[in-house]
């Protein structure tokens, strides 16, 4: 009888240190040749395998590994090169595929934006009635190389075709099928290389299907699998989704597939409800997502054996493949890296490498009987036990806090209008306002001093009179740019949620709990372990010391309780609500706390509140709602003459345009220059009545813009929104470029907004 296999949906990139991404920013930096990065980025993935094999992983995934994103790998293995980087056929170069990502001097870089509801980003592809050629069949190379240099019989992954398509842009909606349709014989073609090579199994993943899809989609997946099954009959293709139960279950099981992958973890229990009123095919393979892909948190093995016990109710164990939710892309690669942590978390932890030996024991607790690993169930469940009983989830103050929100008003003592009349004869702003996002570049002195502190190289008084340095000179950076309102640019700070986590009880940090953002930019997210509380202020000190040099007004720069959320590994034994609120009520004392020191311009940032929108449309509505009352409930508080300020990045604005009116924050800016002004549409269609800034440059790319681009982006806003409401910055924090760099934007965008009030007030005046 064939046993249980094991599989692994994807593995992280980066490597335990950021070997990988050190490697990338080396070759950008001219540091690196090409031959040298390429032999360093081999040998990073190959040892990813090595690792998976060590682990003992039955189906170990190949082709998941990227040089920057598997979105824009797939983009590029069709030649789906935008015009403007001037491309002429064949396989895509490595300088072109980066010139993709990242722009160079002639070309703006693609949109980028969040994978599903992940803080992953990837690249959109721009199709744009471009003709796509299968140029470089790249999950057969990888295949081989695997088999060839670790005799690995990998499992290659290919992001699907429906999804592919679904998440690019350049096609009307009524042109989706057609457009499907021009890659499907390219699709054939890969699954019939691969088929002569000798591959067993292929993962193809359609995410797309754990959203709220149509019977049309569903129908032309019936027609399109139809034809990759038939060009290449000998391959076991598992049809992967995750992140959500699928929609259309009957129709899904029933595509002309050797095995379709759910996620068990996410799927509120709707797959396993499914899978128990309707069956399982009995000629089909069911690969279930069981250990966590997304969270960090050890699993019970316990109660995990018990969710296995029902699915095998259904589907024999012969048909039964153990797995993570989703790619393990989402996690750090191992806890055994973090050697300071307290006992109790440590203990509750799992990450990529963790996880994998989870799986590998829960397929051996089927193969020979849930005693054989008794032990390690028993080590579960102790660990997890200990950490619900410790003082970090007990906090009696802040649960009270919680059962008593009712008593803390979330509104604002007066509507906009009133406000709005109140904070522009107190600040007395010009037509057109500039101002920044908040930081500004964290050069290499500036992490080198940081990381110096942090080895008690620097004492406490030489490290804040090192940032007190820093921010002086932007402050007069600034003056002398001529900005109308300005930040003192966070240099103490690594991150803008870490910073957050750090001073705030009921958070860890971890020391290598490092995962991929975008591109090279890997971000640590912070655990919120316990209960949250606040405990002294946070941003104060800089902000007032940088309002104390400066008759400009400063804001205050905060992280809101969404953000801060959706970019953490949250606790799992609660419901993230209930800890957003806390957040919440920690981040009301702080804004509190910065009006009763005179900062009267507090900006709260929520980046992340469009990417955390659940895939199923239905339950969107509680989401936004609880967003909503989150943010208020941290910002509300204030008087009328404190203006309150947020920011987003990167999303379709028209589906959450209700909820950013809900939040009444007096200004928001908001991301539009790299999605080439597309998002000024929602303002077309919706009206929108309080101050707002649309990113005039796009701060992900490395080149300077041209006065032309940010007066274009500023006119067609200026067609759909109030000047007296309209705000003029970049995208999005300055933290990632150059000091040169940011300045020349930065004076390209103050004379731009020079000339575009000049002409308003000729108007005006005529």
């Known amino acids: 009888m064939s046993k249980v296999k094991s599989s692994n949906l994807g593995y992280p990139r980066i490597g335990v240190k950021r070997e990988w991404k050190n490697s990338l920013e080396q070759l950008w930096a001219g540091k690196l040749e090409k031959e040298s990065f390429l032999k360093q980025i081999e040998e990073i993935r190959l040892n990813n395998l090595q690792k998976q094999k060590d682990l003992g992983i039955d ?150 299907l754990s959203t709220t899809i149509s019977k049309e989609d569903v129908a032309l997946f019936k027609d399109i699998y139809q034809t990759l099954h038939d060009a290449a009959p000998n391959i076991k293709l598992i049809l992967q989704t995750y992140f959500e139960s699928i929609e259309h279950y009957e129709d899904v099981i029933s595509l002309p597939v050797k095995g379709i992958g759910l996620d068990f973890v996410y799927d509120n229990g709707q797959n396993l409800a499914a899978l128990k009123k309707y069956g399982f095919p009995k000629d089909k393979v069911l690969a279930a997502g069981i250990i966590d892909g997304r969270n960090i948190w050890r699993a019970n093995l316990n109660d995990h054996s018990a969710i296995l016990a029902e699915i095998v109710d259904v589907v024999s164990k012969d048909r039964l493949i153990v797995q993570s939710s989703s790619s393990l892309l989402h996690v750090p690669v191992t806890v055994k890296s973090e050697e300071t942590l307290d006992d109790v978390l440590k203990g509750a932890l799992s990450f990529a490498n963790e996880k994998l030996h989870e799986i590998v024991l829960l397929t051996k607790g089927l193969n020979d009987g849930k005693e054989a690993i008794q032990k390690e169930i028993s080590a579960s469940t102790e660990a997890i036990h200990a950490l619900q009983k410790s003082s970090f989830r007990n906090n009696t103050q802040v649960q009270e806090a919680i059962q008593n929100l009712h008593t803390y008003k979330a509104e604002r003592k007066a509507i906009f209008k009133v406000r709005q009349e109140i904070q522009k004869e107190a600040f007395q702003l010009p037509l057109l306002p500039t101002t920044t996002i908040g930081s500004f570049p964290q050069t290499q002195e500036v992490r080198k001093n940081r990381l110096k502190w942090r080895k008690g190289e620097l004492t406490n008084t030489e490290y804040e009179t090192y940032i007190k340095a820093e921010i002086k000179k932007w402050i007069e950076i600034q003056e002398e740019l001529g900005l109308d309102v300005f930040v003192h640019g966070e240099f103490e700070r690594t991150d803008m949620v870490e910073y957050f986590g750090e001073k705030l009880d009921g958070f860890q940090f971890t020391k290598f709990g490092w995962v991929q953002s975008y591109g090279s930019r890997c971000v640590k997210p912070p655990l919120i372990y316990g209960d949250v509380s606040f405990i002294e202020p946070i941003t104060v000190k800089e902000s ?223």
């Not at 001097?105 to 199709?127: D, R």
């Not at 209930?578 to 009520?585: G, K, S």
């Open 544 to 766: 007032l010391y940088a309002q104390s040099i400066t008759d400009k007004p400063v804001k205050g720069m905060l992280t809101g309780p969404i953000t801060i959320l959706n970019w953490s590994f949250v606790r799992d034994d609660i419901s993230r609500y209930v800890v957003a609120n806390q957040i919440a009520l920690a981040l009301r004392k702080e804004v509190e706390t910065l009006e009763e020191n005179g900062i009267r311009m507090i900006q709260v940032d929520e980046p992340a509140i469009r990417e955390g929108l659940p895939l199923k449309r239905e339950k969107w509505e509680g989401y936004l709602d609880a967003a909503v009352y989150a943010f208020k409930l941290a910002t509300t508080s204030v008087q009328n003459d404190t203006q309150i300020h947020t920011h987003m990045c990167y999303s379709d604005f028209k589906d959450i345009i209700d909820a950013i009116k809900a939040l009444d924050a007096d200004v928001i800016s908001i991301e539009t220059s790299r999605s080439h002004g597309e998002l000024i549409q929602s303002f077309e269609e919706n009206t929108y009545d309080k101050g707002i800034g649309l990113g005039v440059y796009d701060i992900h790319s490395p080149r300077v813009p041209k006065l032309e681009e940010l007066s274009r982006n500023i006119d067609r806003a200026l067609q759909v929104l109030d000047p007296n409401q309209f705000w003029i910055n970049p995208d999005c924090g300055l933290k990632t470029r150059g000091l040169e760099e940011t300045v020349a934007a930065l004076k390209i965008m103050v004379e731009v907004a020079k000339q575009t009030r000049e002409k308003l007030l000729v108007n005006i005046g005529s």
């Open 59 to 208: 189906l170990i995934p190949v082709g998941d590994f990227s040089l920057y994103d598997h979105v824009l790998d797939t983009a590029v293995m069709f030649g789906l090169v935008p015009k403007r980087f001037e491309y002429d056929g064949g396989k895509v170069s490595l300088e072109t595929y980066f010139d993709i990502a990242r722009g160079n001097k002639g070309a703006v870089a693609s949109e980028m934006t969040k994978w599903f509801n992940t803080n992953y980003h990837y690249i959109v592809p721009e199709l744009n009635e471009a003709v796509p050629t299968l140029v470089e069949n790249r999950p057969l190379q990888f295949y081989k190389e695997a088999k060839q240099k670790l005799n690995i019989e990998g499992k290659p992954v290919i992001l699907g075709p429906i999804t592919f398509v679904k998440l690019s842009k350049g096609y009307r909606e009524n042109e989706f099928k057609a457009v499907v349709e021009k890659f499907v014989p390219l699709y054939a073609d890969i699954l019939r290389e691969l088929q002569k090579e000798g591959v067993e199994w292929v993962q193809i993943d359609e995410p797309i």
